[in-house]
């Protein structure tokens, strides 16, 4: 089953922030976060494991609750180069061999002058 | 940049015929994931991969077979390819679990 992302889509002034929010109705092991421009391929943007810290990536961090298997991408500042459609992946508790990477249907994000 | 290749690139097939897609990597990497991609749904996992022979379903995985006989290609098979399955299909691979997953450039499948 797929995580599910909200808000779909957002458009945002230069200089914004945004959140995009993740939630699973499993047990979750990690979550990823993906970025895709239009036409290309999802480039990896960070990675939040079960117990770990609060990921940053220059301006954009996300968190992670275990108790209630979501996650969060904060964009801060947001810059033209932000635009795109964001994916999260989560990984359901691990059974020590497999590992289903499993994507949201992603958030569309513009952000504009 | 992650060797990963996809290919064909695009692809337009007709209702009922047997497609292939292939995935090959140069990492050496043990994850490899087959996608499909249509608007409104995000990326769906069709099939994975964790080791060569190994392999198990995703959530579309009706309608597709996959094959991995070496750590380097991942197949993915359309048994008998319906418009439903129009699509893009992305490759991915990663090293170990709960690790970067790279992806490939994508297949655009047409079936007509």
């Known amino acids: 089953q797929q995580p599910v992302q909200s808000p779909q889509a957002v458009i945002l002034r230069e200089g914004e922030d945004a959140v995009i929010n993740c939630s699973s109705s499993?047990?979750?092991?990690?979550v990823h976060w993906y970025r895709q421009k239009h036409g290309e391929a999802p480039v990896f943007l960070m990675i939040l494991l079960k117990g770990g810290e609060q990921k940053g990536h220059d301006k954009i961090s996300a968190s992670f609750n275990e108790k209630k298997q979501q996650s969060s991408l904060y964009l801060t500042a947001s810059q033209l180069s932000y635009s795109g459609t964001y994916f999260c992946?989560?990984?359901?508790?691990?059974?020590?061999?497999?590992?289903?990477?499993?994507f949201g249907t992603g958030t569309r994000l513009q952000v504009t002058l | 940049d992650a060797g990963i290749t996809q290919s064909p690139r695009h692809k337009v097939t007709e209702t009922g015929t047997p497609v292939t897609l292939r995935c090959h990597q140069t990492?050496?990497?043990?994850?490899m994931y087959w996608y499909r991609q249509d608007p409104g749904h995000g990326l769906r996992l069709i099939h994975y991969s964790y080791g060569v022979k190994d392999t198990d379903k995703g959530e579309v995985s009706d309608g597709y077979s996959v094959s991995r006989s070496k750590t380097e290609d991942f197949l993915l098979t359309l048994e008998s390819a319906t418009s439903s399955q129009t699509s893009v299909y992305f490759c991915?691979?990663?090293?170990?679990?709960?690790?970067?997953?790279?992806f490939g450039q994508g297949t655009r499948l047409t079936v007509v």
């Open positions: 992946g989560t990984e359901s508790t691990w059974s020590g061999t497999a590992s289903k990477l499993t």
């Open positions: 991915a691979i990663s090293e170990r679990v709960s690790a970067e997953a790279f």
């Open positions: 990492e050496n990497h043990r994850y």
């Open positions: 499993k047990a979750l092991y990690s």
